[in-house]
């Protein structure tokens, strides 16, 4: 047999793989759910909102413009991060909502958890960082009327080997996995109670071995603390929003433009419709791919049929903003305000 | 007649404008020049540069991110200008000079200027400023040792109505419009004296009636109260960069990447090798094109070769620079220090492109191609000394790897090893002797698959070598996408 190089392979396994989504993504049931329309009813309301990656490759990493160029420990990073500033300059973008990146893939959290440090035998500082970050991070919002949510994965510390062993990460995940991990959220969940919304939970892909079962799992983890939190559980980049999850209060939603709008209404197989996108180049990237009034255009047209649209920016270490996408985001809320006045005026006449 | 959509007359227009500018670059007279090195040394040591857009349009347009949201008078806008501030952070960027504009299209001007007001009858501030911000820029950069550059435009205010009237604005333009334009310039450059290096113009091309007499005259205006300022002149964005002009001091070079790099030494045409282009996502614009390393890459790859890079950024109205750009710019000093010193330590193999620059081209090497399956078959595994891994450019099945040594050298043998099922049926091999073009040192055919092919060729210094494959150039074809698992020189 000929041989073939690794590319080869390679290009063959991503081809399949993306097929399978693709297919999954069309042949997917959706779930039978009755919607719960005041359970989202605040999510709504705030119409839109931004979303912040804050991680060890970003805003620890020298050679990301995210780190301000330092590398530090990634306790000392954690420290370094200005929660006044940051919430300042969120409360500019006129944002209904953050959700801001517990972690991502790697063993770094930013704030304390004693459950995963037991399982792990890292020691406070070394992998979940001394400062509850998310603590400060919450009450700064609520000063400035603005809630909070947070991001969760389904596929946790996979890249830390340690943490991996100890949470008995596999794929397909497991229960015994699922439950570690849902117990290290659970701590979270019970210490932030009503100041945490909800949770945006990424890598629950059915290509990870996900199910309704193990997603039922984390989705009980994450409600702990707070009966009324609200989850989203993340398939993937569908063609366009989609329902997934009989666990999902609201919509994943990413996709990799603001294009997509409600097609049926509020609600997708019962979950509040809601979509993840980012105004820079890539997500937690630079640049800026939309203007101010197409941004707004688009943000009220969703909401006007029931939606909720959630903005991705740059989060840098010090824990400011990226200053053109400031920029574009500042007069969004009154421009909202706007349009939704025309309307009412062509409606009446 | 039959009647034409309009937008089929426009698109035939369109189609008949793009080939002659495109033609006209390919078939371009190079200047018939001798070069002179103390002229640019100056500008060529400074390595590489930045260049920012101040203009009524950008920082005085409410809806444009550089303006903070604010629109008020032009003289009130550059009255709030903050020098200090964009020095400080000008000197963050470790950039050697400062291009900055003066003006593009319309009558705003950042510095008073009688010549200007007399023509055109505006008061001061109304066009001018009363404010002279170069001035003030050129002392706040020069106390941190960074030069002063200008931009100045070979087509004028041709959108204003009452400077164009009074200027004698016509298109193609004429010598009477030049003169009053260039006694306009001519004013600033007295002032200036040694305070402005040199001046970047644009609006020069061929299509608006530019020739090397309307650009004398400009260039005579320009280098007024400096005999030693050098001069650019915009032809347009060209294939690569090119010469243009014989007034050139220094090439243009506007593109719209980073790819071009100096094929045959530090003149072209007999003006330094230079090239412009931006670093966000447009002019003045947000974003990152590049990473801090491909940035130091680059920019430290076309020194090597002779060349000089200016990088445009984004400014704000309040004298602050995009802060992602900072970030991404601040460390590039440093990193052009340590590619030095990496560069004048010997490989231990011996192997003369081991910590060279590969890149992944198209076969016209005008674009760079990402790696195939991204990081796992990055240019620099084409040379990492590993067998087991490979280069492979995507986007094109037939392909070229590119390499320039780290430190020009003699050499008088290539090796190329193909990867097991990664070999072309077609290619050719070729070296680039130091201020000479590309040379073949053999074209294959490779049938059978062979993965080791070495050439020896006459002893030369070389800064560069590259394999570029021909066949197979799309599926279903004999052989397979050339991967090189490495390059061996000596």
């Not at chain 1, 366009?240 to 097609?263: R, W």
């Not at chain 2, 674009?367 to 450019?393: K, M, N």
Request: proline fraction near 5%; aromatic fraction near 12%; hydrophobic fraction near 40%.
């Amino acid at each position: 047999m000929k041989k073939t190089t690794l590319f080869c392979v390679l290009f063959t396994l991503c081809a399949a793989l993306f097929s399978t989504a693709a297919l999954s993504a069309q042949e997917r049931p959706v779930p039978d759910k009755t919607p719960d329309p005041a359970r989202t009813e605040n999510f709504r309301s705030k119409r839109y909102g931004v979303f912040f990656h804050y991680l060890c490759g970003l805003q620890n990493n020298a050679n990301h413009p995210n780190s301000c160029g330092k590398q530090t420990s990634w306790d000392e990073c954690v420290s370094d991060f200005d929660v006044e500033r940051f919430a300042d300059q969120v409360a500019d973008t006129g944002a209904g909502y953050v959700f801001f990146t517990m972690m991502q893939q790697g063993e770094t959290l930013c704030a304390p958890n004693s459950t995963f440090d037991k399982l792990t035998g890292y020691r406070p500082g070394e992998a979940c960082s001394k400062r509850d970050l998310i603590a400060e991070i919450a009450e700064a919002l609520s000063q400035r009327g603005i809630d909070l949510y947070l991001y969760w994965t389904g596929d946790g510390p996979k890249l830390d080997k340690r943490s991996a062993e100890a949470l008995k990460i596999s794929f397909p995940v497991t229960t015994e996995f699922i439950r570690y991990w849902s117990d290290v959220a659970a701590e979270y969940g019970r210490r932030y109670g009503n100041k945490v919304k909800g949770w945006w939970t990424d890598g629950c892909y059915t290509w990870f071995g996900h199910t309704e079962e193990t997603i039922g799992i984390l989705a009980e983890g994450l409600m702990a603390g707070n009966p009324d939190r609200i989850l989203a559980f993340n398939p993937g980049i569908d063609p366009k929003v989609m329902a997934y999850s009989i666990h999902d209060d609201f919509t994943a939603g990413e996709q990799n433009s603001f294009s997509c709008l409600p097609e049926e209404g509020r609600f997708l197989g019962g979950a509040q419709w809601h979509t993840l996108s980012y105004l820079g180049e890539q997500w937690a990237a630079p640049g800026v791919r939309y203007t101010a009034e197409e941004l707004a255009q688009y943000i009220w047209e969703v909401s006007r049929r029931g939606g909720v649209v959630t903005i991705d920016m740059v989060l840098r270490r010090d824990g400011s903003l990226d200053e053109a996408q400031r920029e574009v985001l500042k007069p969004i809320r009154a421009r909202l305000g706007e349009l939704d006045a025309a309307a009412e005026a062509t409606s009446e006449n | 007649m039959k009647k034409a959509p309009l937008f089929a007359l426009i698109a035939a227009l369109c189609a008949a404008l793009i080939p002659t500018a495109a033609t006209s670059a390919q078939e371009r007279a190079v200047p018939d020049k001798t070069p002179d090195p103390a002229r640019t040394e100056n500008f060529r040591s400074k390595r590489y540069g930045v260049f920012f857009h101040y203009l009524n349009g950008v920082q005085n347009s409410a809806e444009s991110l550089n303006s903070d949201g604010k629109e008020t008078s032009w003289d009130e806008c550059v009255d709030e200008f903050d020098v200090e501030r964009f020095a400080d952070a000008a000197a963050e960027t470790g950039a050697g000079y400062v291009f900055f504009t003066m003006m593009q299209q319309s009558q705003h001007l950042c510095a008073p200027n009688d010549t200007f007001d007399k023509l055109t009858g505006y008061a001061p501030g109304e066009a001018c400023s009363k404010r002279d911000l170069i001035a003030e820029i050129a002392d706040a950069l020069a106390a941190r040792g960074i030069d002063l550059y200008l931009y100045w435009t070979g087509d004028g205010p041709s959108r204003d109505p009452k400077a164009a009237a009074a200027l004698k604005a016509a298109f193609p333009v004429t010598a009477e419009y030049m003169h009053n334009w260039a006694n306009v310039a001519a004013e600033y450059g007295r002032r200036y004296g040694d305070k402005v290096k040199g001046w970047w113009i644009d609006g020069s091309y061929s299509w608006i009636g530019h020739n090397d007499e309307t650009l004398g005259i400009l260039a005579e205006g320009l280098r007024a109260g400096n005999p030693d300022r050098i001069l650019a002149f915009n032809p347009g964005v060209d294939p690569r960069v090119m010469a243009y002009s014989i007034h050139d001091d220094f090439t243009a070079g506007e593109q719209e990447k980073f790819v071009s790099v100096p094929e045959n030494g530090r003149f072209l045409g007999g003006a330094q090798w230079h090239i412009l282009t931006f670093l966000g996502n447009w002019w003045g614009a947000p974003g990152v094109k590049l990473t801090k390393k491909e940035l130091a890459q680059y920019v430290w790859t076309v020194n090597r070769l002779g060349g000089v890079v200016t990088i445009d950024m984004m400014l704000y109205r309040d004298g602050s620079l995009e802060r992602s750009q900072l970030e991404v710019m601040k460390p590039l000093r440093g990193r052009l220090a340590e590619l030095d010193a990496a560069a004048e330590t010997p490989s231990p193999d011996g192997n003369l492109v081991s910590g060279g620059i590969p890149f992944l081209r198209s076969n016209d090497l005008l674009r760079t191609l990402p790696p195939s399956c991204f990081e796992l078959h990055e240019a620099r595994l084409g040379i990492d000394g590993d067998l087991s891994t490979s280069a492979v450019g995507a986007e094109n099945w037939a392909w070229t790897y590119l390499v320039y040594l780290k430190k020009r050298a003699e050499a008088k043998t290539l090796t190329v090893h193909f990867s097991p099922g990664g070999w072309a049926t077609e290619f050719e091999i070729f070296i680039k002797p130091v201020d000479a073009d590309w040379q073949s040192v053999g074209r294959f055919d490779n049938p059978e698959g062979n993965t080791l092919f070495t050439v020896d060729f006459a002893p030369q210094t070389l800064d560069a070598v590259r394999v570029t494959a021909y066949k197979p150039d799309g599926p279903d074809q004999p052989g397979t996408q050339m991967a090189i698992a490495e390059l061996e020189v000596y």
